[in-house]
Protein backbone atom coordinates (compact mmCIF):
# COMPACT_ATOMS: atom_id res chain seq x y z
CA UNK A 1 0.00 0.00 0.00
CA UNK A 2 3.04 2.53 0.32
CA UNK A 3 2.59 2.16 -4.08
CA UNK A 4 -0.01 2.83 -6.16
CA UNK A 5 0.18 1.36 -9.78
CA UNK A 6 -1.51 3.53 -11.54
CA UNK A 7 -2.32 1.61 -15.20
CA UNK A 8 -3.78 3.53 -18.68
CA UNK A 9 -7.42 5.24 -17.29
CA UNK A 10 -8.53 2.06 -16.43
CA UNK A 11 -9.93 3.39 -12.79
CA UNK A 12 -14.07 3.24 -13.12
CA UNK A 13 -16.35 4.60 -10.73
CA UNK A 14 -19.32 3.71 -9.38
CA UNK A 15 -22.09 5.03 -11.43
CA UNK A 16 -20.47 1.93 -13.87
CA UNK A 17 -18.90 0.47 -11.08
CA UNK A 18 -15.70 -0.75 -9.36
CA UNK A 19 -11.98 -0.71 -10.50
CA UNK A 20 -10.83 -3.09 -12.27
CA UNK A 21 -6.95 -3.63 -14.33
CA UNK A 22 -6.89 -5.14 -17.54
CA UNK A 23 -4.52 -8.00 -17.44
CA UNK A 24 -2.41 -6.70 -20.56
CA UNK A 25 -1.88 -3.45 -19.44
CA UNK A 26 1.79 -2.51 -18.41
CA UNK A 27 1.73 0.06 -15.98
CA UNK A 28 2.70 3.37 -17.12
CA UNK A 29 3.87 5.41 -13.99
CA UNK A 30 4.29 4.18 -10.35
CA UNK A 31 4.12 6.89 -7.46
CA UNK A 32 3.66 7.09 -3.85
CA UNK A 33 0.12 7.37 -2.64
CA UNK A 34 0.61 11.03 -0.93
CA UNK A 35 2.96 11.65 -5.06
CA UNK A 36 -0.35 10.66 -6.72
CA UNK A 37 -2.72 12.49 -5.06
CA UNK A 38 -0.86 15.85 -4.77
CA UNK A 39 -0.53 15.38 -8.56
CA UNK A 40 -4.23 14.87 -9.11
CA UNK A 41 -6.60 15.26 -6.35
CA UNK A 42 -9.50 13.72 -8.48
CA UNK A 43 -7.57 10.47 -8.48
CA UNK A 44 -9.18 9.75 -5.09
CA UNK A 45 -12.20 8.34 -7.16
CA UNK A 46 -10.17 5.49 -8.83
CA UNK A 47 -8.44 4.58 -4.95
CA UNK A 48 -11.75 4.84 -3.02
CA UNK A 49 -13.29 2.36 -5.77
CA UNK A 50 -10.73 0.26 -4.61
CA UNK A 51 -11.24 0.50 -0.92
CA UNK A 52 -15.34 -0.61 -1.80
CA UNK A 53 -14.44 -3.13 -4.24
CA UNK A 54 -12.32 -5.11 -1.33
CA UNK A 55 -15.90 -6.26 -0.02
CA UNK A 56 -16.74 -7.29 -2.88
CA UNK A 57 -13.86 -8.27 -5.26
CA UNK A 58 -10.90 -10.76 -4.93
CA UNK A 59 -8.01 -8.81 -6.57
CA UNK A 60 -7.97 -5.83 -9.02
CA UNK A 61 -6.36 -8.37 -11.57
CA UNK A 62 -9.57 -9.82 -12.02
CA UNK A 63 -11.51 -12.97 -10.92
CA UNK A 64 -8.60 -15.04 -10.78
CA UNK A 65 -6.39 -12.51 -8.66
CA UNK A 66 -6.42 -12.05 -5.06
CA UNK A 67 -5.29 -9.06 -2.87
CA UNK A 68 -3.92 -11.69 -0.58
CA UNK A 69 -2.26 -14.34 -0.12
CA UNK A 70 -5.68 -16.76 0.22
CA UNK A 71 -7.80 -18.42 -3.08
CA UNK A 72 -8.84 -15.58 -5.16
CA UNK A 73 -11.99 -17.57 -5.74
CA UNK A 74 -13.08 -18.78 -2.24
CA UNK A 75 -11.54 -16.34 0.61
CA UNK A 76 -13.83 -12.86 -0.77
CA UNK A 77 -15.08 -10.33 1.84
CA UNK A 78 -19.16 -11.28 0.87
CA UNK A 79 -18.85 -15.02 0.03
CA UNK A 80 -16.80 -15.43 3.83
CA UNK A 81 -20.16 -13.21 4.82
CA UNK A 82 -22.73 -15.87 3.20
CA UNK A 83 -20.27 -18.45 4.05
CA UNK A 84 -20.23 -17.51 7.96
CA UNK A 85 -23.74 -16.06 8.50
CA UNK A 86 -25.70 -18.32 6.01
CA UNK A 87 -24.23 -21.97 6.25
CA UNK A 88 -23.92 -21.98 9.28
CA UNK A 89 -27.30 -21.08 10.20
CA UNK A 90 -30.48 -22.75 9.93
CA UNK A 91 -32.00 -21.73 6.45
CA UNK A 92 -29.17 -22.44 3.87
CA UNK A 93 -26.98 -25.58 3.80
CA UNK A 94 -23.68 -26.39 0.90
CA UNK A 95 -23.37 -29.84 -0.57
CA UNK A 96 -19.48 -29.65 -1.51
CA UNK A 97 -17.82 -31.16 1.34
CA UNK A 98 -14.44 -28.91 0.55
CA UNK A 99 -12.44 -28.99 3.30
CA UNK A 100 -13.81 -27.05 6.23
CA UNK A 101 -17.11 -26.05 4.33
CA UNK A 102 -18.61 -29.26 6.15
CA UNK A 103 -18.32 -28.22 9.37
CA UNK A 104 -19.44 -24.70 8.39
CA UNK A 105 -22.65 -26.30 7.18
CA UNK A 106 -23.16 -28.86 10.34
CA UNK A 107 -21.87 -26.41 13.04
CA UNK A 108 -19.56 -28.62 13.81
CA UNK A 109 -16.00 -29.27 14.67
CA UNK A 110 -14.90 -26.28 14.39
CA UNK A 111 -11.11 -25.62 14.87
CA UNK A 112 -8.24 -22.38 14.09
CA UNK A 113 -7.98 -24.30 10.85
CA UNK A 114 -10.84 -23.97 8.84
CA UNK A 115 -9.53 -22.22 6.37
CA UNK A 116 -13.09 -20.30 6.20
CA UNK A 117 -12.32 -18.52 9.25
CA UNK A 118 -8.91 -17.41 8.01
CA UNK A 119 -10.42 -16.10 4.91
CA UNK A 120 -12.96 -13.54 6.59
CA UNK A 121 -10.19 -12.46 9.21
CA UNK A 122 -8.05 -11.89 6.52
CA UNK A 123 -10.26 -9.82 4.38
CA UNK A 124 -10.61 -7.32 7.33
CA UNK A 125 -7.14 -7.18 7.84
CA UNK A 126 -6.41 -6.42 4.16
CA UNK A 127 -8.85 -3.80 3.97
CA UNK A 128 -8.39 -2.23 7.53
CA UNK A 129 -4.76 -1.13 6.82
CA UNK A 130 -6.04 0.27 3.52
CA UNK A 131 -8.19 2.64 5.10
CA UNK A 132 -5.00 3.52 7.79
CA UNK A 133 -2.93 4.23 5.03
CA UNK A 134 -5.50 6.91 2.91
CA UNK A 135 -6.17 7.71 6.01
CA UNK A 136 -2.42 9.26 7.14
CA UNK A 137 -1.94 10.50 3.71
CA UNK A 138 -5.61 12.36 3.61
CA UNK A 139 -4.04 14.19 6.59
CA UNK A 140 -1.54 16.33 4.44
CA UNK A 141 -3.14 16.47 1.24
CA UNK A 142 -5.88 18.02 -0.39
CA UNK A 143 -8.73 16.33 -2.35
CA UNK A 144 -12.37 17.38 -3.91
CA UNK A 145 -14.72 17.29 -0.84
CA UNK A 146 -12.21 16.05 1.39
CA UNK A 147 -13.90 15.74 4.46
CA UNK A 148 -16.73 13.56 3.29
CA UNK A 149 -14.21 11.26 1.64
CA UNK A 150 -12.47 10.80 4.93
CA UNK A 151 -15.48 10.01 6.68
CA UNK A 152 -16.18 7.56 3.91
CA UNK A 153 -12.91 5.88 4.75
CA UNK A 154 -13.40 5.68 8.33
CA UNK A 155 -16.81 3.95 7.62
CA UNK A 156 -15.19 1.39 5.11
CA UNK A 157 -12.69 0.76 8.19
CA UNK A 158 -15.96 0.42 10.65
CA UNK A 159 -17.57 -2.53 8.27
CA UNK A 160 -14.50 -4.57 8.31
CA UNK A 161 -14.42 -3.72 11.86
CA UNK A 162 -17.81 -5.37 12.38
CA UNK A 163 -17.16 -8.03 10.69
CA UNK A 164 -14.68 -8.79 13.25
CA UNK A 165 -16.82 -7.94 16.23
CA UNK A 166 -19.48 -9.59 15.42
CA UNK A 167 -17.56 -13.25 14.15
CA UNK A 168 -14.33 -13.25 16.49
CA UNK A 169 -14.94 -10.90 19.50
CA UNK A 170 -11.58 -9.52 19.79
CA UNK A 171 -8.86 -8.28 17.19
CA UNK A 172 -5.85 -6.04 16.86
CA UNK A 173 -7.11 -2.06 16.72
CA UNK A 174 -5.36 -0.71 13.56
CA UNK A 175 -5.56 2.97 13.28
CA UNK A 176 -3.44 5.52 11.02
CA UNK A 177 -2.09 6.32 14.30
CA UNK A 178 0.33 2.94 14.20
CA UNK A 179 1.21 2.46 10.93
CA UNK A 180 4.16 1.35 10.79
CA UNK A 181 4.68 -0.62 13.82
CA UNK A 182 7.65 -3.00 14.27
CA UNK A 183 6.13 -4.98 17.26
CA UNK A 184 2.81 -7.06 17.51
CA UNK A 185 -0.07 -4.86 19.00
CA UNK A 186 -1.92 -5.75 22.10
CA UNK A 187 -5.29 -7.54 21.40
CA UNK A 188 -8.19 -5.35 21.95
CA UNK A 189 -11.39 -6.90 23.48
CA UNK A 190 -14.64 -6.39 22.11
CA UNK A 191 -15.89 -4.20 24.63
CA UNK A 192 -12.61 -1.92 23.21
CA UNK A 193 -13.50 -2.63 19.55
CA UNK A 194 -17.07 -1.71 19.63
CA UNK A 195 -16.74 1.11 21.61
CA UNK A 196 -13.67 2.18 18.39
CA UNK A 197 -16.42 1.40 16.50
CA UNK A 198 -19.35 3.01 17.96
CA UNK A 199 -17.37 6.77 18.13
CA UNK A 200 -16.06 6.41 14.49
CA UNK A 201 -20.07 6.03 13.23
CA UNK A 202 -20.90 8.87 15.83
CA UNK A 203 -17.97 10.92 14.78
CA UNK A 204 -18.76 10.57 11.35
CA UNK A 205 -23.03 10.65 11.27
CA UNK A 206 -23.25 14.65 10.28
CA UNK A 207 -19.78 14.43 7.85
CA UNK A 208 -20.91 11.40 5.60
CA UNK A 209 -22.96 13.15 2.57
CA UNK A 210 -26.55 13.38 3.41
CA UNK A 211 -26.61 11.75 -0.92
CA UNK A 212 -23.78 9.94 -2.45
CA UNK A 213 -23.16 7.99 -5.60
CA UNK A 214 -25.14 4.82 -5.96
CA UNK A 215 -22.61 2.21 -4.37
CA UNK A 216 -20.69 4.94 -1.86
CA UNK A 217 -21.77 5.63 1.59
CA UNK A 218 -24.15 8.18 3.02
CA UNK A 219 -25.62 9.45 6.36
CA UNK A 220 -28.53 6.71 6.24
CA UNK A 221 -25.50 3.99 5.23
CA UNK A 222 -23.48 5.17 8.46
CA UNK A 223 -26.64 5.20 10.47
CA UNK A 224 -27.64 1.55 9.60
CA UNK A 225 -24.35 0.13 10.49
CA UNK A 226 -24.62 2.15 14.39
CA UNK A 227 -27.93 0.38 14.05
CA UNK A 228 -26.46 -2.86 13.56
CA UNK A 229 -24.28 -2.09 16.17
CA UNK A 230 -26.45 -0.95 18.72
CA UNK A 231 -28.65 -3.88 18.08
CA UNK A 232 -26.79 -6.56 19.14
CA UNK A 233 -24.96 -4.63 21.87
CA UNK A 234 -26.48 -6.70 24.51
CA UNK A 235 -24.46 -9.62 22.48
CA UNK A 236 -21.57 -7.99 22.04
CA UNK A 237 -21.03 -5.74 25.49
CA UNK A 238 -23.54 -7.13 27.87
CA UNK A 239 -25.55 -4.03 27.63
CA UNK A 240 -28.79 -3.86 25.84
CA UNK A 241 -28.60 -0.47 23.64
CA UNK A 242 -32.29 -0.93 22.06
CA UNK A 243 -33.50 2.57 22.20
CA UNK A 244 -29.74 4.06 20.71
CA UNK A 245 -30.85 1.11 18.06
CA UNK A 246 -34.36 2.92 17.88
CA UNK A 247 -32.54 6.20 17.24
CA UNK A 248 -30.61 5.58 14.37
CA UNK A 249 -32.80 3.30 12.51
CA UNK A 250 -35.61 5.65 12.92
CA UNK A 251 -33.32 8.29 11.09
CA UNK A 252 -32.60 5.87 8.32
CA UNK A 253 -36.11 5.48 7.87
CA UNK A 254 -37.51 8.71 7.70
CA UNK A 255 -34.53 10.96 6.87
CA UNK A 256 -32.82 8.60 4.06
CA UNK A 257 -34.81 8.99 1.29
CA UNK A 258 -35.49 5.32 0.43
CA UNK A 259 -38.90 3.63 -0.06
CA UNK A 260 -39.49 -0.21 -0.29
CA UNK A 261 -39.59 -1.26 -3.69
CA UNK A 262 -42.76 -2.39 -4.99
CA UNK A 263 -41.45 -5.78 -6.81
CA UNK A 264 -39.91 -7.63 -4.13
CA UNK A 265 -38.34 -9.88 -7.13
CA UNK A 266 -36.75 -6.86 -8.58
CA UNK A 267 -34.29 -6.18 -5.40
CA UNK A 268 -32.60 -9.32 -6.17
CA UNK A 269 -32.42 -9.23 -9.95
CA UNK A 270 -29.67 -8.03 -12.66
CA UNK A 271 -31.13 -4.23 -12.59
CA UNK A 272 -31.64 -4.21 -8.79
CA UNK A 273 -29.31 -0.97 -8.51
CA UNK A 274 -32.45 1.11 -10.02
CA UNK A 275 -34.13 -0.57 -6.91
CA UNK A 276 -35.70 2.30 -4.29
CA UNK A 277 -35.11 0.53 -1.59
CA UNK A 278 -31.38 -0.54 -1.05
CA UNK A 279 -29.73 1.45 1.24
CA UNK A 280 -26.17 0.50 0.40
CA UNK A 281 -24.84 -2.43 -2.29
CA UNK A 282 -22.11 -4.39 -2.85
CA UNK A 283 -21.47 -3.51 -6.58
CA UNK A 284 -20.94 -6.79 -9.14
CA UNK A 285 -20.53 -6.59 -12.98
CA UNK A 286 -20.35 -9.23 -15.74
CA UNK A 287 -17.86 -7.29 -17.73
CA UNK A 288 -15.81 -4.96 -14.84
CA UNK A 289 -15.81 -6.48 -12.28
CA UNK A 290 -15.76 -10.22 -12.04
CA UNK A 291 -15.50 -12.14 -8.85
CA UNK A 292 -16.22 -15.41 -8.21
CA UNK A 293 -16.77 -14.01 -4.67
CA UNK A 294 -19.94 -11.21 -5.28
CA UNK A 295 -23.43 -12.57 -5.88
CA UNK A 296 -22.26 -14.83 -8.68
CA UNK A 297 -21.40 -17.01 -5.83
CA UNK A 298 -24.91 -16.67 -4.87
CA UNK A 299 -26.21 -16.87 -8.07
CA UNK A 300 -24.46 -20.02 -9.88
CA UNK A 301 -24.03 -21.99 -6.53
CA UNK A 302 -27.92 -21.66 -6.18
CA UNK A 303 -28.43 -22.96 -9.76
CA UNK A 304 -27.47 -27.20 -11.65
CA UNK A 305 -28.42 -27.52 -15.35
CA UNK A 306 -29.56 -31.01 -14.29
CA UNK A 307 -32.68 -30.13 -12.76
CA UNK A 308 -33.06 -26.27 -13.73
CA UNK A 309 -33.22 -23.88 -16.71
CA UNK A 310 -30.03 -21.55 -16.11
CA UNK A 311 -30.88 -18.87 -18.93
CA UNK A 312 -34.20 -18.32 -16.83
CA UNK A 313 -31.91 -16.95 -13.85
CA UNK A 314 -29.65 -14.97 -16.38
CA UNK A 315 -26.77 -18.15 -15.64
CA UNK A 316 -24.60 -19.91 -18.14
CA UNK A 317 -22.97 -21.84 -15.30
CA UNK A 318 -24.26 -23.96 -12.41
CA UNK A 319 -22.51 -25.09 -9.63
CA UNK A 320 -24.94 -27.29 -7.68
CA UNK A 321 -23.86 -26.39 -4.37
CA UNK A 322 -26.62 -24.27 -2.11
CA UNK A 323 -30.26 -25.18 -1.18
CA UNK A 324 -32.47 -23.97 1.35
CA UNK A 325 -33.74 -26.39 4.06
CA UNK A 326 -37.70 -26.52 5.69
CA UNK A 327 -36.24 -24.26 8.25
CA UNK A 328 -36.36 -21.50 5.47
CA UNK A 329 -38.94 -22.48 3.15
CA UNK A 330 -41.16 -24.21 5.99
CA UNK A 331 -41.98 -20.72 7.54
CA UNK A 332 -44.31 -20.40 4.32
CA UNK A 333 -45.75 -23.86 4.78
CA UNK A 334 -45.37 -27.01 6.58
CA UNK A 335 -45.42 -28.95 3.34
CA UNK A 336 -44.50 -28.51 -0.19
CA UNK A 337 -48.23 -28.24 -1.14
CA UNK A 338 -48.98 -26.02 1.82
CA UNK A 339 -45.63 -24.04 0.15
CA UNK A 340 -47.10 -23.81 -3.14
CA UNK A 341 -50.30 -22.59 -2.30
CA UNK A 342 -48.93 -19.89 0.34
CA UNK A 343 -49.94 -16.55 -0.97
CA UNK A 344 -46.38 -14.65 -0.39
CA UNK A 345 -44.57 -14.11 -2.90
CA UNK A 346 -41.62 -15.07 -1.49
CA UNK A 347 -42.36 -18.90 -0.56
CA UNK A 348 -41.96 -19.21 -4.52
CA UNK A 349 -38.55 -18.15 -5.25
CA UNK A 350 -37.45 -21.57 -4.30
CA UNK A 351 -36.86 -24.52 -7.20
CA UNK A 352 -38.99 -27.73 -5.68
CA UNK A 353 -39.20 -29.82 -9.25
CA UNK A 354 -37.00 -32.82 -8.74
CA UNK A 355 -36.24 -31.99 -5.40
CA UNK A 356 -37.15 -33.16 -1.58
CA UNK A 357 -38.94 -31.11 1.15
CA UNK A 358 -36.72 -32.87 3.85
CA UNK A 359 -32.97 -32.69 3.34
CA UNK A 360 -32.17 -36.32 4.79
CA UNK A 361 -28.89 -35.61 3.19
CA UNK A 362 -26.67 -32.41 2.41
CA UNK A 363 -24.21 -33.85 0.14
CA UNK A 364 -27.37 -34.44 -2.23
CA UNK A 365 -27.99 -32.16 -4.31
CA UNK A 366 -31.74 -33.25 -4.83
CA UNK A 367 -32.34 -32.61 -0.97
CA UNK A 368 -33.82 -29.44 -0.06
CA UNK A 369 -34.53 -26.73 -2.39
CA UNK A 370 -32.39 -24.78 -4.06
CA UNK A 371 -32.80 -20.54 -3.42
CA UNK A 372 -33.98 -18.62 -6.68
CA UNK A 373 -34.12 -15.17 -4.73
CA UNK A 374 -31.26 -13.96 -6.45
CA UNK A 375 -31.00 -14.34 -10.14
CA UNK A 376 -28.91 -12.51 -12.85
CA UNK A 377 -31.76 -11.61 -15.39
CA UNK A 378 -32.97 -8.82 -15.54
CA UNK A 379 -36.70 -7.64 -13.66
CA UNK A 380 -37.51 -5.15 -16.05
CA UNK A 381 -35.83 -5.87 -19.59
CA UNK A 382 -34.26 -8.49 -21.27
CA UNK A 383 -30.43 -9.64 -20.68
CA UNK A 384 -28.22 -11.96 -21.71
CA UNK A 385 -26.89 -14.88 -19.87
CA UNK A 386 -23.32 -14.84 -18.77
CA UNK A 387 -20.95 -16.40 -16.81
CA UNK A 388 -20.23 -13.42 -13.53
CA UNK A 389 -23.46 -12.15 -12.25
CA UNK A 390 -24.56 -8.12 -12.72
CA UNK A 391 -26.03 -8.60 -9.62
CA UNK A 392 -25.74 -6.31 -6.84
CA UNK A 393 -25.87 -7.40 -2.78
CA UNK A 394 -27.85 -5.25 -0.90
CA UNK A 395 -26.29 -5.52 1.99
CA UNK A 396 -28.63 -2.97 3.64
CA UNK A 397 -32.14 -2.03 2.59
CA UNK A 398 -35.31 -0.71 4.10
CA UNK A 399 -37.22 -3.64 4.48
CA UNK A 400 -34.32 -4.67 7.21
CA UNK A 401 -34.80 -1.16 8.98
CA UNK A 402 -38.62 -1.53 9.55
CA UNK A 403 -38.06 -4.91 11.14
CA UNK A 404 -35.50 -3.58 13.27
CA UNK A 405 -37.38 -0.70 13.95
CA UNK A 406 -40.06 -3.27 15.01
CA UNK A 407 -37.77 -5.45 17.18
CA UNK A 408 -36.14 -2.39 19.29
CA UNK A 409 -40.16 -1.78 19.66
CA UNK A 410 -41.00 -5.37 20.97
CA UNK A 411 -38.22 -5.22 23.18
CA UNK A 412 -38.79 -2.38 24.80
CA UNK A 413 -36.72 0.82 23.63
CA UNK A 414 -37.94 4.45 23.99
CA UNK A 415 -39.32 6.94 21.38
CA UNK A 416 -41.34 3.87 19.66
CA UNK A 417 -44.53 3.08 19.03
CA UNK A 418 -46.38 -0.47 18.50
CA UNK A 419 -48.67 1.07 16.60
CA UNK A 420 -45.93 2.18 13.53
CA UNK A 421 -43.92 -0.90 14.22
CA UNK A 422 -47.30 -2.95 13.28
CA UNK A 423 -47.37 -0.46 10.42
CA UNK A 424 -43.72 -1.69 9.12
CA UNK A 425 -43.97 -4.95 9.71
CA UNK A 426 -47.15 -4.74 7.53
CA UNK A 427 -45.93 -2.83 4.74
CA UNK A 428 -43.46 -5.59 4.26
CA UNK A 429 -45.61 -8.71 4.38
CA UNK A 430 -48.53 -6.43 2.40
CA UNK A 431 -45.26 -6.14 -0.67
CA UNK A 432 -45.11 -9.54 -0.71
CA UNK A 433 -48.73 -10.62 -0.41
CA UNK A 434 -49.03 -11.83 2.95
CA UNK A 435 -51.37 -11.47 5.41
CA UNK A 436 -51.43 -8.31 7.79
CA UNK A 437 -50.50 -8.90 11.28
CA UNK A 438 -51.95 -7.45 14.45
CA UNK A 439 -50.49 -5.77 17.58
CA UNK A 440 -50.96 -9.08 19.48
CA UNK A 441 -48.95 -10.57 16.81
CA UNK A 442 -45.93 -9.12 17.19
CA UNK A 443 -43.83 -11.10 19.55
CA UNK A 444 -39.76 -11.68 18.39
CA UNK A 445 -40.46 -15.36 17.74
CA UNK A 446 -42.70 -13.84 15.07
CA UNK A 447 -40.19 -10.71 14.16
CA UNK A 448 -37.59 -13.71 13.88
CA UNK A 449 -39.41 -15.63 11.60
CA UNK A 450 -40.37 -12.68 9.73
CA UNK A 451 -36.64 -11.89 9.32
CA UNK A 452 -36.12 -15.10 7.86
CA UNK A 453 -39.23 -14.71 5.29
CA UNK A 454 -37.37 -11.44 4.33
CA UNK A 455 -33.82 -11.70 4.39
CA UNK A 456 -32.39 -14.87 4.50
CA UNK A 457 -29.64 -15.32 2.36
CA UNK A 458 -28.53 -11.90 2.94
CA UNK A 459 -25.67 -12.65 5.30
CA UNK A 460 -27.67 -11.42 8.57
CA UNK A 461 -29.11 -14.88 9.70
CA UNK A 462 -26.54 -16.13 12.13
CA UNK A 463 -26.00 -13.17 14.05
CA UNK A 464 -30.04 -12.64 14.39
CA UNK A 465 -30.49 -16.39 15.64
CA UNK A 466 -27.51 -15.16 18.09
CA UNK A 467 -28.98 -12.08 19.30
CA UNK A 468 -32.75 -14.09 19.58
CA UNK A 469 -30.34 -16.57 21.64
CA UNK A 470 -31.42 -19.56 19.44
CA UNK A 471 -28.42 -20.30 17.64
CA UNK A 472 -26.42 -22.45 20.35
CA UNK A 473 -27.89 -24.86 22.77
CA UNK A 474 -31.05 -27.08 22.03
CA UNK A 475 -34.10 -24.62 22.44
CA UNK A 476 -34.57 -24.50 18.32
CA UNK A 477 -32.81 -27.64 16.30
CA UNK A 478 -32.43 -27.15 12.69
CA UNK A 479 -31.57 -29.99 9.71
CA UNK A 480 -27.90 -30.97 10.20
CA UNK A 481 -27.15 -28.65 13.18
CA UNK A 482 -24.36 -30.37 15.26
CA UNK A 483 -24.07 -32.71 12.64
CA UNK A 484 -27.45 -34.51 13.08
CA UNK A 485 -29.85 -34.96 10.63
CA UNK A 486 -33.12 -33.88 13.13
CA UNK A 487 -30.48 -30.93 14.90
CA UNK A 488 -28.86 -31.45 17.96
CA UNK A 489 -27.91 -28.92 20.90
CA UNK A 490 -24.57 -27.27 20.16
CA UNK A 491 -22.67 -25.53 22.90
CA UNK A 492 -22.12 -21.99 23.55
CA UNK A 493 -18.71 -22.01 22.08
CA UNK A 494 -20.20 -21.77 18.92
CA UNK A 495 -21.15 -18.08 19.61
CA UNK A 496 -18.04 -17.15 18.14
CA UNK A 497 -15.30 -18.12 15.22
CA UNK A 498 -12.07 -19.49 16.56
CA UNK A 499 -9.76 -17.18 16.01
CA UNK A 500 -7.48 -18.41 12.46
CA UNK A 501 -4.18 -20.17 13.74
CA UNK A 502 -2.35 -18.45 11.13
CA UNK A 503 -3.31 -15.08 13.07
CA UNK A 504 -2.36 -16.61 16.25
CA UNK A 505 1.04 -17.58 15.43
CA UNK A 506 1.73 -14.18 13.43
CA UNK A 507 0.58 -12.06 16.79
CA UNK A 508 1.63 -14.06 20.20
CA UNK A 509 -0.51 -10.92 22.00
CA UNK A 510 -3.59 -13.12 20.60
CA UNK A 511 -5.37 -15.32 22.63
CA UNK A 512 -7.92 -18.22 21.24
CA UNK A 513 -11.49 -17.94 22.25
CA UNK A 514 -12.92 -20.44 24.54
CA UNK A 515 -13.37 -23.47 23.63
CA UNK A 516 -11.22 -24.11 20.50
Known amino acids: MKKLKLFSICILF ?56 DDAGESPFLRGIINLQEFTADGMKNRWGDDGLDQLTTTSNWDANNKFFRYLYN ?18 VDVPNKEAVVSEVRF ?28 PLPQSSRQELFNFVESELLAIENTLPTTNEYGRANKAVGRMLLSKLYINAEVYTGTPKYTEALTFISKVINEGGYTLDPNFQHIFSGDNNTSPEIIYPLIADALVSQSYGNTTYLVNGSLNSATMTLSDYGATDGWGGHRATKAWYGLFGASAGELASSPD ?29 FRNS ?39 SISQAVDYVNQVRTRAGANTISAGDLTLDFILDERGRELMFEGHRRTDLIRFDKFTGGSYLWPWKGNTLNGASISTTYKLFPIPQQALEANPNLTQNPGY
Not at 352 to 370: A, L
Not at 385 to 408: K, N, Q
Request: charged fraction near 15%; charge should be negative.
Open 156 to 183: LRSLAYFYLIDCFGKGVLLTEDNLGSGT
Open 378 to 416: NFFSSSSPTSFSSTDFPLYRLADAYLMYAECVVRGAGGG
Open 123 to 140: RAFYTIPQCNNLLAVLSS
Open 14 to 69: FGTLSCTEDLNTEPLVELSLQQLLQEDPNAITGIMSKLYGSFALSGANGPGSSDIS
Open 345 to 373: QRAHLFWTSGHTYEMTDYREWENGYPSTK
